[in-house]
């Protein structure tokens, strides 16, 4: 049975259109999730919602929404407020430029979906978009009203369909910079870049997310299904931590070391070869000369 549409309308390129199908991409369905209990009755508890101020339980028909204009001090704003502000969707998702893939940052991308055509009626013309994106390697940008907000949705060929994936706006990025400005820039030679490249080179590998193991949520299931059937939990020891960890710019500092003392030894070696070499033709041109006299 196919999975039910997230959302439905009309993919528009210039004059092309045809009616596509947005289904999430992702799902915390197989996420093990707990729920707040009573201990003494083994009863599921409900939240409730309480006056910061006076402690009291807030019903439901007392809710408000209110926006902080300073501390302690709210504006309130009705709902009849909000919908005056509310974009309706037209259901169309209307293609406005396309760009090339590795131009998109990836902090910018949000929520993925997965775009299939509506029908066996829209199947050409969707086949039509998608094949002119594969051929000229680009991203479609275009505008969709999700949740009665307005989002730039990135859509590009995936598979025999389309991945569109919902775009962060500029204010909701922090600016790196003021993380990154307290980074220090310390001298590092050649050879210690060199070291940390064979280091890297020797963990290649490719993009392969069937060897991602999620082992913490493995142990939760197991956890749980031996609690289940009535089995004891029984605490792990507390690992002792390593202390004579070493970072990176310590090993490679020591790997320089190494690397020079070789280097040292084998001058060394190569000198006393010399030495040996040169003794050894004085030797025999010495040899040599008091047979001659002879």
């Given at each position: 049975m196919a999975p039910r549409a997230y959302w439905k309308g009309t993919l528009k390129l210039s004059l092309v259109s045809c009616p596509v199908v947005l289904y999430p991409a992702t799902t915390a369905a197989e996420k093990t999730r707990f729920h707040l209990i009573n201990r003494e009755t083994g009863n599921r508890l409900k939240q409730q919602m309480i006056d910061a101020e006076t402690g009291d339980v807030v019903e439901s028909d007392q809710k408000g929404r209110g926006y902080e204009l300073r501390k302690g001090k709210y504006v309130e704003i009705e709902p009849e407020e909000l919908e005056a502000v509310q974009i309706e969707s037209n259901h169309t998702i209307d293609i406005e430029s396309f760009v090339p893939s590795e131009e998109i940052d990836q902090r910018y991308l949000n929520h993925p979906y997965y775009m299939a055509p509506d029908g066996k009626a829209a199947v050409?013309?969707?086949?039509?978009?998608?094949?002119?994106?594969?051929?000229?390697?680009?991203?479609?940008?275009?505008?969709?009203?999700?949740?009665?907000?307005?989002?730039?949705?990135?859509?590009?060929?995936?598979?025999?369909?389309?991945?569109?994936?919902?775009?962060?706006?500029?204010?909701?990025?922090?600016?790196?910079?003021?993380?990154?400005?307290?980074?220090?820039?310390?001298?590092?030679?050649?050879?210690?870049?060199?070291?940390?490249?064979?280091?890297?080179?020797?963990?290649?590998?490719?993009?392969?997310?069937?060897?991602?193991?999620?082992?913490?949520?493995?142990?939760?299931?197991?956890?749980?299904?031996?609690?289940?059937?009535?089995?004891?939990?029984?605490?792990?020891?507390?690992?002792?931590?390593?202390?004579?960890?070493?970072?990176?710019?310590?090993?490679?500092?020591?790997?320089?070391?190494?690397?020079?003392?070789?280097?040292?030894a084998a001058q060394s070696?190569?000198?006393?070869?010399?030495?040996?070499?040169?003794?050894?033709?004085?030797?025999?041109?010495?040899t040599a000369r008091h047979r001659k006299a002879g």
């Open positions: 050409d013309a969707f086949a039509v978009i998608r094949d002119a994106m594969k051929d000229q390697e680009r991203v479609a940008l275009a505008k969709i009203v999700l949740t009665n907000r307005e989002h730039i949705m990135a859509i590009e060929p995936l598979g025999k369909g389309l991945l569109g994936t919902t775009l962060r706006y500029p204010y909701e990025l922090r600016d790196e910079d003021q993380f990154f400005d307290d980074i220090k820039s310390p001298k590092i030679t050649k050879d210690m870049v060199e070291l940390a490249g064979h280091i890297l080179h020797t963990k290649a590998a490719h993009f392969d997310p069937g060897k991602f193991k999620d082992e913490y949520e493995n142990a939760l299931k197991a956890l749980v299904k031996r609690k289940a059937s009535g089995k004891t939990i029984e605490l792990p020891e507390p690992e002792e931590r390593p202390s004579n960890v070493v970072d990176l710019m310590d090993a490679l500092k020591q790997s320089l070391k190494g690397r020079g003392r070789k280097k040292t070696h190569a000198r006393r070869a010399t030495g040996r070499q040169r003794a050894a033709k004085k030797t025999h041109r010495s």
